[in-house]
C-alpha cells in the first residue's frame, strides 16, 4: 500500500486528479471506475479543467461502480446523476464513453468489463462504517462480484437509502446494485481517498487493523497496487511509523 498523507482537503484532491490524469494520459484504451459523493467534488473541479475538450483523451472509458434507482423513476439513478452533475456534463464526456451500471445490466457488469479489457483504477471512497461502493456490513461478501442489494438486507438500510435520494421516502427503493469485493478487487490499481476527523478512526481500522468482514474496506489491504490518499485530520490517528 502507498499511503499519501497531504496537508488539506484541496492538496489532496489535486494529488487524485494527478493520479487519474496519469492513467489518461496513456495511449491504449483506458478503464476508469469513479466514485461521486462529497470527498471528490473539488478533485472533480481540478479534472474538467484539464480533460474538457481535450479530443486527444477518447481513449478514456468511464464506469459507475453502483447505483441506487430512484423509485418509480425512469432513468438514473443516484449515483449516475451526481457523476454527471460533478463530472461527465461539465467536462463534456461522450455518451459513447461512459458505461453505466443499473438495476437492469448488472449480471453483466463483471463479463463487459472483462471484455473491454479491465478496470485500469477503480476510484473509492470510505464511509464511517467502513463501507466502499455499496458494500455495507452485512450485505455483501468478499466473494461478491457485481451484486443486487435489497433493502431490508441490513436493519437500517431503509433508513441510508432514503438520506441517499434526498429525504425523500417514496423514492426509496427496494434494491440497488454494486459491484462487490470480488469485482474491486479485480481492477489493475485501486486509489481510496478520505478526508476529515470523522474518518480517522475507520481509516486505522480498515487499513492497519485485521481483514474483516465486519469492516468491508479491510479486504483492499490485500491489493497489491493501493494507494489510499488523506488530508492530515483523515490521517491523524495513524502512528508515525504508519505515515
Known amino acids: 500500500m502507498k499511503l499519501i498523507v497531504e496537508k488539506d482537503y484541496a492538496s489532496m484532491s489535486r494529488v487524485a486528479a494527478n493520479i487519474l ?3 489518461m494520459y496513456q495511449v491504449n484504451r483506458v478503464n476508469l471506475a469513479i466514485t461521486a459523493g462529497n470527498t471528490p467534488v473539488k478533485m472533480y473541479e481540478y479534472l474538467v479543467a484539464e480533460v474538457k475538450e481535450r479530443p486527444y483523451l477518447e481513449n478514456v472509458h468511464f464506469y459507475n461502480f453502483d447505483e441506487i434507482p430512484y423509485a418509480g423513476e425512469s432513468g438514473f439513478g443516484v449515483t449516475m446523476t451526481n457523476l454527471n452533475r460533478l463530472f461527465f456534463h461539465p467536462a463534456k464526456i461522450s455518451e459513447r464513453n461512459i458505461h453505466v451500471l443499473d438495476t437492469e445490466n448488472y449480471q453483466n457488469q463483471d463479463a463487459r468489463i472483462q471484455a473491454d479489457g479491465g478496470l485500469d483504477l477503480i476510484l473509492l471512497g470510505i464511509g464511517e462504517d ?6 455495507l456490513p452485512g450485505t455483501t461478501t468478499f466473494a461478491d462480484e ?7 438486507s441490513i436493519p437500517e438500510m431503509r433508513d441510508i437509502l432514503i438520506a441517499e435520494v434526498g429525504g425523500d421516502e417514496s423514492k426509496c427503493p ?8 470480488k469485482s474491486v478487487m479485480a481492477a489493475k490499481s485501486i486509489v481510496l481517498f478520505a478526508n476529515g476527523r470523522k474518518k480517522a478512526s475507520i481509516i486505522k481500522k480498515a487499513f492497519f487493523g ?15 497496487n493501493l494507494t489510499v490518499i488523506l488530508d492530515a485530520e483523515a490521517a491523524m490517528e495513524l502512528d508515525v511509523e504508519e505515515q
Open 210 to 224: 485485521p481483514v474483516d468482514s465486519a469492516v468491508p474496506a479491510s479486504i483492499l489491504q490485500m491489493h497489491p
Open 21 to 23: 490524469l496519469g492513467k
Open 146 to 152: 457485481t451484486t443486487l442489494v435489497r433493502t431490508d
Open 130 to 135: 467502513g463501507h466502499f461502493c455499496g458494500n
Open 174 to 181: 427496494d434494491v440497488y446494485v454494486t459491484m462487490g469485493p
